[in-house]
């Protein structure tokens, strides 16, 4: 490959097409271009048709429903003191339904998609004051004055939600309507906080993101300077609501600065989406110690606060992280936001250095801690995303849905946030870089890079064969880097037939002059396997989860003959898989032998992965199997 | 003894002396009479002189920082408008305190609790509207109209808080100032609420209790009525808050009637008290249907929602009751305003039933959920009362308070609570019959039921011997029973050296005819012993949690040499006990082999009893101990 694709640029020049998180700044890896990669078949490109047909056409009809877009309108109207709809932040969620519109429209698109961001783009400037400020429930509603509480009425995140849209509509379309009120905003938000101005910061982060974002696309270096000026305000105790008396800091994120941020505490959506946007700043800026901070803050997510499954945030209270190690399964929050936070977060890593660890977090929190969010035909969500339901939680309390999905919620910030995760997946499968093309989540899809073109075929995540092809390549030689997850010890790799080894945990490296016709076949083992309990994890102290290739399972009531959920034990970890034609159109089950506590007889039990459960009838279920010993 | 001192009586007469709870209606024990008991010496005779001396003293401070009185000179002065101080049940708080200061006068007395009495009541008279309205949120503050939003405003919670004060002033003086108010607080929530009126309740319980207590002293039948229809109209999902969405039928204890309730969910405080006001409307109406339900329901909740110590509501969000077996550990809630209902609703079945259980969890809630909610010196107090406080919450998140006590909180329900239940204590010591005395609390008191006086010497909890001497008997034989708690297998008691044999969890039942001089010697083992954690409950299975006599013990961090809290396992249950003369005065510390996980050196272990934990200094501590086998 004789091309470089990194579209690094230090011109102020407005830069479009690409994914989400195309760094100005060099980083080790670049994403690919606009329509460089597309799921072609299989699981997740199933998945994003369901998101396209169900799920954005469905959440277009709950928003209506909820009225969301008429408090543009009334805002549009210079109407003050009309009836408001929603939650504070419901401007943010019909942006974030946007947002997932927009990126549909770049991977698939349809009229009916095109019209509604013409329609909606034209709605938030109408509604935009003068100056650039839009948030409606201010506005319109006129419940409070702009900023009077600003810890709590979002105005800021309002507007960030805005500006990833418009982003993400620029970068599919080209189009400029929405990327014009985008600006207009940051230009407000420039002209009002800043350390000789307002200095204050938004009660939930997020304009720090779509400020760089807006930046990187802009080449304005003040949406920089302002999204660097957001990152150092918080963590100075400025942020207060009495709702949460002497807790607000923590649960805002504005203990301490993030610089001296050991873990992430608080409010789970929130902690990440900031750390997310200071990793932006961190990449752009080239600050290496608030890089290395941020480092540090994910490891010790990772190690201390994190469930198996990679949901974050174990409390109910607050929708917070809990304190190191402080993981019940039975109650665990694990809101599906803040998992897609962290891939976010874990993928600007994973740009920027090129480890495998990102990558490997970003399929764990996908499959397991995203995709629960929804049903597989793309009609209801979880919110929560616990690792247990007993028995007495569906009988007695399915608050906020924990045992079973909704169509949709108050704030429904989560189906949103899937629909725009789901719309915008296959940017996440590869990379570039000058040295070659990085693979990091398998499927079935084409990827495309400089002169090179690769068609790779996969039954991923049921089966874990992956074959690339080589459909088209320079004369150079260049290197294919395959991650060979920290899950997959014995990955098996061949090239033309060649063994090639590999370490899990790392990429494997394939540097050769490729031609048409060359064949890369990579097996990942599937064998199920088990995970102990942490020692500092009381819930899962001497229990193991299943888990294989990708997927952690779980048992649901409904598949079991003899043993109770609520009562069941490993007895053994002689585990063993089974195809089953009979569930979900054929998945591979995991089966294992067990008995009910304190004195069952064995019997075996029969797992399914964690993120399918739930989607056929609310009965109790469990990741978590105590051993019996 | 001759005399029956059963106070029954169906006539409409007022009826002054006693304790909390008196019934009307024939019960199997009666509460003795006013000044009938008396903790002469010994831990918590000492403990309710510091509730004295300190406690309510300091607690009358408090209330006048947060101007919680200024709102009754507002409300007197009939000035709408006025700032209010506190939350909307800052009445409630004050009131309580004026309940412990009501015992507090009947127990020992001073001149300034008597000032304190006669002034608050005048003040309380002067604020309350001219037909018996009384809620200074809704009056002086005018924040909102009279039952605009009766599930949150507690306007009938506070009015109950009052009609509590004004029994427990005129069983302990006779005094009618306070009891008058409460009278046209009743009669205006009769001419308000019912059936055939405004078919509502109050957000929270209270008022059934309130309502009987104040039927017990007036005979005024109407006010049992009402107190019934309080508990018929809760179960109808009437009671809305927006905070709370689709849960808040379930916070409210508002999903399902009384009768059909299986397990107390929701909101913890309100739940027991509710469960404990429709315990005393069903001894007065002789409604067993209703009994039955309420006794299934305490066995339900000691079965599958209490901790080891007897703390309630396992869950932060909505300080609720988690599904049945959701008991974590690290991040148990246990408010200590719920221990306390639940003492009140445990002694209102031990009254009607007469059945050891209910006084053997009266003893486990007092030492081991109650009492950890207040320093040794009377100073600070625990809202929440978690099992275990890990390094990670101690360095970052010790949100209210859960790892130090605090001076004080904005809702100051605990502290007062705690007031009032250690100020009235003595009463719950013994009960009389027709048959004689029970004994039920042991520690250095004296008792006098009739012509019967005795005096019980005891170095409880620390000791379990136990000696009860008859100062005075009539001549005619009478029984003397003693509850012998479940955990003492294995008790030994004697009458003047005549072994009596005894059964755990019942009581030992000694009828004769007394000579003055006779002496009972009863020894309750004190080895320390392990509970056993509940295959059930994820936090605790393979783990064991040390007691010894009345006392569940806890390691913190401050006694360990080679122990971290955060990782220590017992390595065998071969425990001891030491008595230590250098901790809090002199108390027996258990010890046990343990030693770090993963793989630590085996040392030993020094546990303390719980409720002592968080005297010294702030650092980790756990209730639960991991075996590691």
């Known amino acids: 490959m004789t091309e470089t694709m990194h579209t690094t640029t230090t011109t102020r020049q407005q830069t479009r097409g690409g994914g989400p998180v195309q760094p100005r ?39 209506e429903r909820q009225q969301a877009w008429a408090n543009f309108e009334n805002a549009a109207a210079r109407s003050v003191g009309e009836p408001y709809h929603g939650p504070v932040f419901e401007d943010g969620e019909a942006f974030k339904w946007l947002e997932a519109a927009a990126w549909e429209h770049g991977r698939a698109g349809s009229e009916q998609v095109a019209g509604w961001l013409a329609e ?44 990833q849209a418009a982003v993400a509509r620029y970068r599919t379309s080209g189009e400029e309507d929405l990327l014009a009120v985008a600006r207009r905003a ?50 100075h105790r400025t942020l207060t609501d009495p709702t949460w008396q ?50 540090r803050q994910w490891d010790n997510m990772v190690e201390a606060k994190m469930y198996v499954n990679g949901s974050l945030g174990s409390r109910w209270e607050g929708e917070a992280f809990g304190d190191p190690y402080e993981l019940p399964t039975d109650r665990g929050y694990g809101e599906t936001c803040a998992a897609i936070a962290s891939i976010q977060w874990s993928w600007r890593l994973l740009l920027a250095t090129g480890e495998a660890k990102y990558a490997d977090l970003i399929e764990r929190q996908l499959y397991n801690a995203v ?24 009988a007695y309390d399915d608050r906020m849905g924990a045992a ?64 690339i092809a080589v459909e088209a390549t320079g004369e150079d030689p260049w290197e294919l880097s395959l991650r060979i997850p920290a899950w997959a010890s014995g990955a ?9 080894p590999t370490a899990s945990g790392e990429y494997a490296r394939i540097a050769r002059t490729w031609r048409v016709g060359d064949v890369v076949r990579l097996v990942l083992p599937t064998a199920p396997r088990t995970t102990r309990g942490h020692h500092r994890v009381d819930a899962v102290r001497g229990a193991v989860a299943i888990e294989r290739g990708p997927l952690v399972y779980a048992i649901e009531h409904v598949d079991q003959d003899q043993i109770s959920v609520d009562d069941a034990a490993l007895t053994s970890l002689d585990l063993a898989e089974e195809w089953r034609d009979d569930l979900f159109g054929g998945i591979p089950v995991v089966t294992g032998p067990a008995r009910n506590l304190p004195d069952g007889e064995v019997t075996r039990l029969v797992a399914i992965p964690y993120f399918m459960w739930a989607n056929r009838e609310i009965g109790p279920m469990k990741v978590w199997l105590p051993l019996d010993a």
Chains 1, 2 share one sequence.
Request: glycine share 10%; with cysteine.
């Open 492 to 500: 098996t790799l061949e090239v033309d037939g060649t063994p090639v």
């Open 371 to 394: 995709l629960s969010g929804v049903t597989l035909d793309g009609n209801r969500y979880f919110y929560v995303n616990t690792l247990q339901v007993r028995e007495g939680a569906v």
């Open 25 to 63: 700044s060099a980083t080790v890896l670049t994403p690919l271009g606009f329509g460089d990669v597309e799921l072609t078949d299989g699981f997740l490109a199933q998945l994003q048709r369901e998101n396209a047909t169900t799920s954005i056409v469905k959440g277009h009809a709950h928003l």
């Open 186 to 235: 940051a230009d407000h938000l420039d002209a009002t906080f800043g350390f000789d101005k307002r200095r204050e910061t938004c009660g939930h982060p997020l304009v720090e993101m779509a400020l760089v974002e807006l930046y990187r696309v802009t080449g304005e270096q003040r949406y920089l300077d302002l999204a660097s000026y957001f990152v150092e305000m918080r963590g």
């Open 120 to 163: 909606y783009a034209r709605l938030a400037a109408s509604a935009q004051d003068d100056d650039g400020y839009l948030s409606t429930f201010n506005q319109a509603a006129g419940k409070r004055g702009r900023y009077e509480w600003i810890s709590y009425d979002h105005e800021i995140f309002n507007m960030a939600t805005m500006i």
């Open 246 to 295: 002497g807790w607000t800091s923590v649960y805002f994120s504005d203990r301490i600065p993030v610089r001296e941020t050991v873990y992430p505490e608080g409010h789970a959506v929130r902690a990440v989406y900031f750390a997310s946007g200071a990793t932006d700043v961190a990449i752009e800026t080239g600050d290496e110690e608030l890089f290395e901070a941020l480092r």
């Open 404 to 467: 079973g999905r909704q169509e949709w919620f108050g704030c429904s910030c989560c189906p949103t946030n899937l629909m725009r995760t789901l719309a915008s997946w296959h940017h996440y499968l590869a990379t570039g870089s000058g040295a070659g093309i990085q693979v990091h989540q398998y499927g079935s899809a084409t990827i495309d890079h400089g002169a090179a073109r690769l068609r790779m075929t996969s039954d991923y995540p049921w089966h874990s064969e992956i074959e």
